[in-house]
């Protein structure tokens, strides 16, 4: 994980340094922290960035209680919460500047706004680094790097959410030795491998407060407790619903996704949220009955 996590940031500041030295790169870096203020008013804006943001978070998905079940009981997870949001965006922005200083020697180049060499959707990034890498001394060296900083950056990324399936099946089937366990991540991960070629191809709060003090000795503050319990449900509500109402087919570049796919996406979107969906319903109903049963039993004595 250290060599995973590192190898990239330092190929990332190497390609920093040189694309600073370019004739433009200060062009791309204007616009990157001077935008179209205006677009700030477009809800799909706003929508785009917080489905960044819960992605590069891993909101949901059970990375962060993962990591978190690996450190010291009594580990201040208050500081922890805060300073990873501060890194990831910081990251983030660091990332951004580099590839729009690359940018912008690129629309120098072709004699072009910034805003015209910004075509390539998802691969914006890929193409601006191999773009800077090509000016460096031995540029064939500096591109297999590249790569193999890609190739560890998706191994980074991969293995985190392999540990939580790992994690889950170690503890409804418990292994008896090393090598089962070896021999049942090996095949996981050629089934996630498999799965995943299609995908080369083009088509409550009181309770919560009382467990966090008990770890670090200290209360949640209050605008902590007031942004989790009533800011954000709200905020999250009003993306959800302005994400249904501002819903664009997908598309991958200039290519649109038949109906059948599109269907076909719903149906698996449905197939992940209709667990949790029914798991809540479920709690909620226990916990009423529950409730209802107790009463029952003050009453009586």
């Known amino acids: 994980m250290y060599v995973s996590t590192t190898i990239p ?5 190497a390609i920093l340094i040189r694309s600073l030295m370019l004739p433009g790169a200060s062009d791309g870096i204007y616009y990157f922290f001077y935008p179209d203020f205006i677009k700030i ?3 799909r804006v706003w929508i785009e960035a917080s489905l960044m ?4 978070l891993a909101f949901g998905w059970g990375c ?3 990591l978190g079940s690996h450190v010291p009981f009594g580990d201040n997870c208050i500081r922890t919460s805060v300073l990873i949001p ?5 990251v983030a922005i660091f990332c951004g500047f580099t590839c729009f200083s690359v940018l912008g020697n690129m629309a120098y180049s072709y004699n072009v706004d910034v805003t015209e060499v910004i075509n390539a959707g998802l691969a914006t990034g890929i193409v601006a680094y191999i773009t800077a890498l090509t000016a460096l001394p031995l540029p064939q ?5 590249f790569f193999i900083s890609l190739l560890l950056l998706g191994m980074d990324s991969q293995s985190v959410p392999m540990s939580m399936i790992m994690e889950l099946l170690n503890g ?3 292994t008896k030795g090393k090598y089962q366990r070896v021999a049942r991540l090996a095949l996981l991960s050629l089934v996630m491998f498999s799965l995943s070629l299609i995908t080369c191809t083009g088509v409550r709060m009181d ?3 009382e467990d966090v003090n008990m770890m670090t000795g200290r209360s949640i503050p209050g605008i902590l407790r007031i942004t989790m319990a009533f800011i954000t449900p709200i905020i999250i509500a009003v993306i959800f619903f302005s994400g249904m109402s501002e819903y664009i087919p997908p598309k991958y570049g200039s290519y649109s996704y038949p109906k059948a796919a599109r269907i076909l996406g719903w149906v698996v979107v449905f197939l992940i949220m209709a667990p949790i969906a029914g798991y809540i319903l479920y709690t909620v109903c226990k916990s009423m009955s529950s409730g209802s049963r107790l009463k029952v039993i003050e009453t009586r004595y």
């Not at 943001?53 to 590069?56: A, E, G, H, I, L």
């Not at 501060?86 to 910081?90: E, G, Q, Y």
């Open 41 to 43: 008013l477009n809800a």
């Open 64 to 66: 962060n209680v993962l």
């Open 53 to 56: 943001s819960f992605y590069t």
């Open 172 to 174: 409804l089937f418990p």
């Open 141 to 145: 060296l500096w591109c297999s790097l």
């Open 86 to 90: 501060i890194i990831d965006m910081s």
């Open 9 to 13: 940031l330092l190929t990332t500041v």
């Open 207 to 209: 309770r919560f407060n």
